[in-house]
């Protein structure tokens, strides 16, 4: 029995170290989104088209993209679940996020001064603790403790595992939205906004992983309760049972909303059990996904957001049947011209060798490490 657990084990350890083209996909469509949320929040879309007949429509596509946060953080449990721990993936992003912050300031200091003081110039360079992108501060924690996460999880079993997953869903979504006592934030989630909330999404992607939740669900199955829930979702918002439920309409709109979270579950799993086929799609997709991070990291950029404030407002102007099919295009729009500036920047950081200066950034960190325990333990040891 435990050479057949063990040999399942390393199936699924295989399994997880081949790409998976479709969770590439679905990482490029998640981005997408968060651009799509975008629009319709800082773009003020949706409150340009709030007293309109078709505001429920648009508001069902904001909720939909709503939950592209919560599958970007399930997709770096899901696929560093098996991974190694490397210091350099690390100081690499950091390099990338203190690059475009500080070069999107220069650009800014001509384009649109009044957005760029002094204080974006020092968040710029300093990412994490000024918390110029929370996304990113956030993740950074998720890093340094998924070796943690990634051992805890591998020591379980499927059935303690999926207990697990069930459980994060209970007490951290339905447990924080439907609390009959809710008073505040019992669990500090910052409706989140937080890198507590982020654990929790890369321990549910985590799990889906180990348990290998996917494998025996059809995706008409997974078709039919993301209907079911969104429908249920649309319903919550617009009856009054939010004051009867516990919850508020903030939280319904967050990334903590439970029926929105199943949601993107079971769409998570509809894009793992894709078998995407040709090498034109599997080349476009490996070229893109792994640019999506910066597409967040310039578009939320202060110089960016500013000049996003209220612009797509205009929308509004047109006939109702082009509003969704208008945000769509320009989410596209901003999505690969952003990706096309990132590409630039890999290439400059290629010719820079900033892959060898990440090397050696994590082989001098270590050396450090290793040095400053053996002085600890031996004047321990004394």
Same mark, same amino acid.
């Given at each position: 029995?435990?050479?057949k657990?063990g040999?399942?084990?390393?199936e699924?350890?295989?399994?997880?170290?081949q790409?998976?083209?479709g969770i590439?996909l679905?990482?490029? /469509?998640a981005?997408?989104?968060?651009?799509?949320i975008?629009?319709?929040n800082?773009g003020g879309?949706l409150?340009?088209?709030?007293k309109?007949?078709?505001?429920? /429509?648009n508001?069902t596509v904001?909720?939909?993209?709503l939950g592209?946060?919560?599958?970007?953080?399930m997709?770096s449990g899901y696929?560093?679940l098996h991974?190694?721990f490397?210091?350099r993936?690390?100081?690499?992003l950091w390099?990338q996020?203190?690059f475009?912050?500080l070069?999107?300031?220069a650009v800014g200091r001509f384009?649109?001064?009044?957005?760029?003081?002094?204080k974006?110039?020092?968040?710029?360079?300093f990412?994490?603790t000024?918390?110029?992108?929370w996304?990113?501060?956030a993740?950074v924690?998720?890093f340094f403790?998924s070796?943690?996460?990634?051992?805890?999880i591998l020591?379980l079993?499927?059935? !303690?595992a999926f207990?697990l997953?069930i459980?994060?869903?209970g007490l951290?979504?339905?447990?924080?939205?439907?609390?009959k006592?809710? !008073?505040?934030?019992?669990f500090?989630?910052?409706?989140?906004?937080?890198v507590?909330? *982020? *654990?929790v999404?890369?321990? /549910?992607?985590?799990?889906?992983?180990?348990?290998d939740f996917?494998?025996r669900?059809?995706?008409?199955?997974? *078709? *039919?309760v993301?209907?079911?829930?969104?429908v249920l979702?649309i319903?919550?918002?617009?009856?009054?049972l939010r004051?009867?439920?516990g919850?508020?309409?903030k939280?319904?709109?967050?990334?903590?909303?439970?029926?929105?979270l199943?949601?993107d579950?079971?769409l998570?799993?509809l894009?793992a059990?894709m078998?995407l086929?040709?090498?034109?799609?599997r080349k476009?997709?490996?070229?893109?996904?792994p640019?999506?991070?910066?597409?967040?990291i310039i578009h /939320?950029?202060p110089?960016?957001?500013?000049l996003?404030?209220?612009?797509?407002?205009?929308?509004a102007e047109?006939r109702e049947?082009f509003?969704v099919p208008l945000?769509i295009?320009f989410a596209l729009?901003?999505y690969?011209v952003?990706?096309?500036?990132?590409?630039?920047?890999v290439?400059l950081?290629r010719?820079?060798?900033?892959e060898k200066?990440?090397a050696?950034?994590?082989?001098f960190?270590?050396?450090?490490?290793?040095k400053?325990?053996a002085g600890?333990a031996g004047?321990?040891?004394r």
């Amino acid at each position: 029995m435990a050479k057949k657990a063990g040999a399942a084990l390393a199936e699924r350890k295989q399994n997880s170290l081949q790409r998976n083209y479709g969770i590439d996909l679905l990482r490029c /469509v998640a981005m997408f989104l968060i651009v799509v949320i975008h629009i319709y929040n800082q773009g003020g879309l949706l409150n340009a088209i709030s007293k309109k007949e078709t505001y429920y /429509v648009n508001y069902t596509v904001r909720l939909i993209a709503l939950g592209a946060v919560n599958l970007y953080a399930m997709i770096s449990g899901y696929v560093m679940l098996h991974g190694s721990f490397k210091l350099r993936r690390l100081i690499g992003l950091w390099l990338q996020v203190v690059f475009w912050g500080l070069a999107l300031c220069a650009v800014g200091r001509f384009v649109l001064p009044e957005a760029i003081s002094k204080k974006e110039w020092i968040c710029a360079a300093f990412p994490i603790t000024q918390k110029e992108f929370w996304y990113f501060s956030a993740y950074v924690g998720v890093f340094f403790l998924s070796p943690i996460i990634n051992h805890g999880i591998l020591a379980l079993n499927r059935p !303690q595992a999926f207990g697990l997953l069930i459980g994060c869903i209970g007490l951290f979504s339905f447990g924080t939205v439907f609390g009959k006592f809710y !008073q505040g934030d019992p669990f500090v989630m910052g409706s989140g906004y937080s890198v507590l909330w *982020l *654990l929790v999404m890369y321990i /549910v992607g985590a799990c889906l992983n180990h348990t290998d939740f996917f494998r025996r669900k059809e995706a008409g199955e997974l *078709l *039919l309760v993301m209907a079911i829930l969104l429908v249920l979702c649309i319903v919550w918002a617009v009856l009054p049972l939010r004051g009867i439920l516990g919850a508020t309409k903030k939280q319904i709109n967050s990334y903590l909303n439970p029926l929105m979270l199943i949601f993107d579950i079971c769409l998570f799993g509809l894009f793992a059990k894709m078998k995407l086929q040709g090498d034109f799609l599997r080349k476009l997709i490996g070229f893109l996904a792994p640019l999506t991070f910066s597409v967040y990291i310039i578009h /939320v950029h202060p110089l960016c957001w500013a000049l996003m404030k209220f612009r797509f407002t205009f929308i509004a102007e047109y006939r109702e049947l082009f509003y969704v099919p208008l945000v769509i295009a320009f989410a596209l729009a901003i999505y690969l011209v952003c990706s096309l500036l990132d590409y630039l920047r890999v290439l400059l950081f290629r010719l820079l060798r900033m892959e060898k200066l990440c090397a050696a950034t994590e082989n001098f960190l270590r050396k450090n490490l290793l040095k400053l325990y053996a002085g600890f333990a031996g004047h321990r040891s004394r």
